[in-house]
């Protein structure tokens, strides 16, 4: 089998896992989160005459010696001692949805190796890193996020690049997206268990930080949306749809987590989407979009409780779009604005008027891959002018506003890992 390179031990004895995906740190990053995060792009190709093949698919399997012969252990669930298998693991195949960490001790203490889902085979017996894990695996730990396999190891979520051009206050335009009032946007991402997952983006060139679970049963929600304070606490909310069609109200408590929710009404499933939107109406307080089934958009003006007065229709023929994203103000005329994706991947601003409703819309100059998300977090780079991103192979791509309605980018300066298969807010 090919020779793999040796990476350097991270603080704590932790070595970078090969798995099948690269993930490519940009920017800033401090070299204990780039050798974490800089997987190696692919295990090695096995032969058929090496019976990894006798491991079932959706499943991580040990073998007793290399090349996948010997006894073999399915492994179904994290394992803090190994018991016969102690010390006893000389190649694996990790077939299943699962992130993996090896780990040199019992508890998953001591040096650490870390395995992508579906990575595949790799036999420790040859190469320069195998050698060094052969016969040296004592727990095994297994978890749906890479948060849990890598414990307290220093884990960058994301930040910006730029962070020394922030200024020390932001205008209000650029409050939104930021759920622990540190003034800077944070991101949400839901995994496909249902567990939400709180990053911060708070941060300097020494800034590492894990991701923080909000809880879980998400998944009980089919629409996750937020943009700034709705009951006038200061702090950021968010609006969540069921599945039975009731939307519920999550207030902020300002450290990534929420409150009790409220319930604000039913029949919501008649909207094909709902996007928090900011301030449409100028009266002070964050107001609500939403697209019926027929194509019919509506605005929902706030009561600053987090509920909403009669709905205004703004106008037909919003089923030609694909996704809304409320980014604030583009165009810098201090009005909420709102973005669009069509059919053909065309991204085009609609600018708010201050009336609820909005003026003549303008196409932006990149297409956007209809299965990448419109994300709308805030200022990202701290200019008072707020941007979009679109998440790309663990990265997330910036397009910074120029406060004149256009975009620059995209720009791949911001730092971002996390579970496959999740939605990011």
Not at 293 to 300: A, E, N
Not at 360 to 387: C, E, H, M, Q
Request: glycine share 14%; charged share 20%.
């Amino acid at each position: 089998m090919p020779l793999l390179p040796l990476l350097p031990l991270l603080p704590n004895g932790v070595r970078p896992m090969p798995g099948t995906t690269a993930r490519r740190l940009i920017g800033t990053a401090t070299a204990v989160a780039a050798s974490l995060a800089t997987l190696l792009s692919a295990a090695p190709q096995a032969t058929a005459a090496e019976n990894y093949d006798r491991c079932p698919a959706g499943k991580l399997c040990v073998f007793q010696y290399g090349d996948f012969k010997g006894k073999m252990e399915i492994i179904s669930s994290s394992r803090p001692t190994l018991g016969i298998w102690n010390n006893s693991l000389s190649s694996f195949v990790n077939n299943s949805d699962l992130y993996v960490a090896l780990a040199t001790d019992a508890n998953y203490e001591g040096e650490r190796y870390y395995i992508n889902p579906h990575s595949g085979p790799n036999d420790l017996t040859g190469g320069t890193i195998g050698r060094a894990w052969d016969n040296k695996v004592s727990s095994i730990r297994m978890a749906t996020t890479s948060y849990e396999v890598t414990q307290g190891v220093p884990w960058m979520d994301w930040f910006v690049q730029d962070e020394e051009k922030r200024p020390a206050g932001l205008p209000a335009v650029a409050q939104f997206g930021d759920l622990n009032n540190d003034a800077r946007p944070d991101l949400l991402e839901r995994a496909d268990d249902g567990r939400l997952w709180f990053l911060s983006g708070a941060g300097d060139a020494n800034w590492v930080t894990k991701g923080k679970l909000v809880g879980g049963g998400w998944n009980a929600m089919t629409q996750l949306t937020r943009h700034g304070d709705y009951n006038g606490d200061g702090k950021e909310d968010i609006y969540a749809r069921d599945r039975s069609g009731i939307l519920w109200f999550y207030p902020g408590r300002g450290d990534g987590a929420f409150g009790d929710r409220v319930k604000v009404g039913g029949g919501w499933n008649a909207m094909r989407e709902i996007s928090a939107a900011g301030d449409l109406n100028g009266d002070g307080r964050r107001d609500l979009l939403a697209r019926d089934t027929s194509g019919v958009l509506w605005s929902y003006p706030g009561s600053g409780r987090g509920i909403f007065g009669d709905r205004v229709k703004v106008g037909g023929g919003w089923n030609v779009m694909n996704q809304l994203a409320s980014p604030g103000d583009l165009n810098g005329d201090g009005k909420a604005d709102l973005v669009a994706r069509d059919g053909s991947r065309n991204l085009w601003l609609y600018p708010g008027n201050g009336r609820g409703t909005f003026g003549g819309r303008a196409k932006l100059p990149y297409a956007w891959p209809a299965d990448a998300p419109v994300l709308a977090t805030g200022d990202v780079n701290g200019d008072g002018i707020s941007d979009l991103m679109r998440p790309v192979d663990y990265q997330l791509f910036a397009y910074h506003g120029d406060g004149r309605g256009g975009l620059g980018g995209p720009r791949a300066d911001m730092l971002w890992d996390t579970a496959r298969n999740v939605r990011v807010f």
